[in-house]
C-alpha cells in the first residue's frame, strides 16, 4: 500500500520557521520525485518544490524568492520542506506527492502518481 504522509504543520508567527516531512512507504523511492504543493481557501493549488530522489536535483517556484529548502533522506524515504521567513500568505494546507520519474532526474512534472494528507500552516500576523 502506497502511503505519503504529511506533517510538520502548525500555527506560527510571521517571520517564523518550520519543518515539514513527508514519510512515504509502498513504492521504490529512487524511482521517484516528490513534490509540495499547498493550497489557501478559494485558490489554486500551487506547486512550491521537487526533488528527484534518484540524484536530489530540487526545483522551485519562483514566488518563493529562496525561503524554502526542500531535502530528503533515502534511507527513511522521507522528503523534508523547510520553510524560512514565513508570511501569512504562505498560510495554507501543504501535502506532498510522488511522480514516477521515468529514470530522469527532472521532477517538475505535471504528472502525479500518488498523494498523500495534508498538513495545515497557519502564520499569524
Known amino acids: 500500500e502506497v502511503q505519503l504522509q504529511a506533517s510538520g504543520g502548525g500555527l506560527v508567527q510571521t517571520g517564523g520557521s518550520l519543518r515539514l516531512s513527508c514519510a512515504t512507504s509502498?513504492?521504490?523511492?529512487?524511482?521517484?520525485?516528490i513534490s509540495w504543493y499547498r493550497q489557501a481557501p478559494g485558490k489554486e493549488r500551487e506547486r512550491i518544490a521537487c526533488?528527484?530522489?534518484?540524484?536530489?536535483?530540487?526545483q522551485y517556484s519562483h514566488s518563493l524568492k529562496g525561503r524554502f529548502t526542500i531535502s530528503s533522506e533515502n534511507a527513511k524515504t522521507t522528503v523534508f520542506l523547510q520553510m524560512n521567513s514565513l508570511k501569512p500568505e504562505d498560510t495554507a494546507v501543504y501535502y506532498c506527492?510522488?511522480?514516477?520519474?521515468?529514470?530522469?532526474?527532472?521532477?517538475?512534472?505535471?504528472?502525479?502518481?500518488?498523494r498523500g494528507q495534508g498538513t495545515q500552516v497557519t502564520v499569524s500576523s
Open positions: 509502498g513504492f521504490i523511492f529512487g524511482d521517484y520525485g
Open positions: 506527492a510522488a511522480t514516477d520519474l521515468g529514470g530522469s532526474n527532472w521532477c517538475w512534472l505535471d504528472d502525479v502518481d500518488y
Open positions: 526533488i528527484a530522489n534518484n540524484d536530489g536535483s530540487a
